[in-house]
């Protein structure tokens, strides 16, 4: 896919790998449309528009399916049409499983999983029309292999897993695709928040031997998006960590 002039989605862009992904996508000439729960600040916006890109900020709540098809309609109206959805947005509420409340179970469901759905599930029309688009889905590799303290974090990226591979086989027979992206340790505010020994010992199980960088996993949703002949697929960018 030539992405020249495509109209981008990307939710939870206001910080970290969802604006990093945003400005990749704005230095492929794309047309950007922001997104997070509450307006995004000007000088953020202005991070993206240097790259020569056309940037909006359309604010919505992910888990509010009225809001969703709200942001979907005011997207197509105003920049004509909707090419490349990636959805980021997404939260932690990390616990012991004795400890963890059913309400920090369900919010975590229900912005990560629940609100993935609703974007792809209002987007996939007006991409139908069209007959081309595709949807990348972050996820993680907690999403398959589990994590102490994340049983919430990691049934919702697991299911971001299986979401992709049920939309992929549907719209491909509209010609559209679904991947998802499953990032590893990435250096980021959440891990440059733990202690130096923390840190050494997530390094040492990582056979590269660093966390990773946002723009890593922003390069992987360019390709994803480039690559007419993908869907279905998860691809892990950690360092080796899940290697099989």
């Known amino acids: 896919m030539d992405l020249q002039g495509k109209v981008v989605l990307v939710t939870g862009s206001s910080r970290g790998i969802g604006l990093a992904i945003a400005q990749a996508f704005a230095r492929q000439g794309c047309q950007l449309v922001l ?3 509450h307006p995004i600040a000007s000088d953020v916006i202005a991070t ?9 900020d359309f604010p919505a709540d992910v888990t509010d399916e009225a809001a969703v098809k709200e942001l979907i309609q005011q997207i197509v109206t105003t920049m004509g049409h909707l090419d490349i959805v990636v959805n980021n947005a997404g939260i ?3 616990g012991l499983l004795n400890r963890m409340s059913e309400a920090d179970f369900q919010v975590v469901l229900q912005t990560n999983l629940v609100g993935t759905f609703n974007v792809i599930r209002q987007a996939v029309r007006p991409m139908y029309k069209q007959r081309a688009g595709c949807f990348i889905n972050l996820a993680s590799v907690v999403g398959l292999t589990g994590n102490i303290g994340q049983a919430n974090y990691a049934a919702s990226k697991a299911g971001i ?3 992709t591979k049920s939309v992929a086989k ?7 695709r679904c991947n998802a992206i499953a990032p590893g340790m990435i250096e980021t505010q959440m891990t440059q928040a733990l202690n130096a020994k923390k840190q050494e010992e997530i390094v040492h199980q990582v056979p590269l031997k660093r966390f990773g960088q946002i723009d890593e996993i922003a390069q992987t ?3 994803l998006a480039q690559n007419d002949y993908i869907t279905g697929q998860t691809i ?3 360092g080796g960590l899940t290697m099989q």
């Open 161 to 163: 897993i299986g979401l």
């Open 236 to 238: 892990t960018v950690d």
């Open 221 to 223: 949703a360019i390709f």
């Open 48 to 56: 993206v528009a240097q790259n020569g890109a056309t940037c909006r």
């Open 92 to 94: 932690t509420k990390d």
């Open 35 to 37: 997104n997070s729960r």
């Open 170 to 176: 549907e719209v491909a027979l509209r010609n559209l």
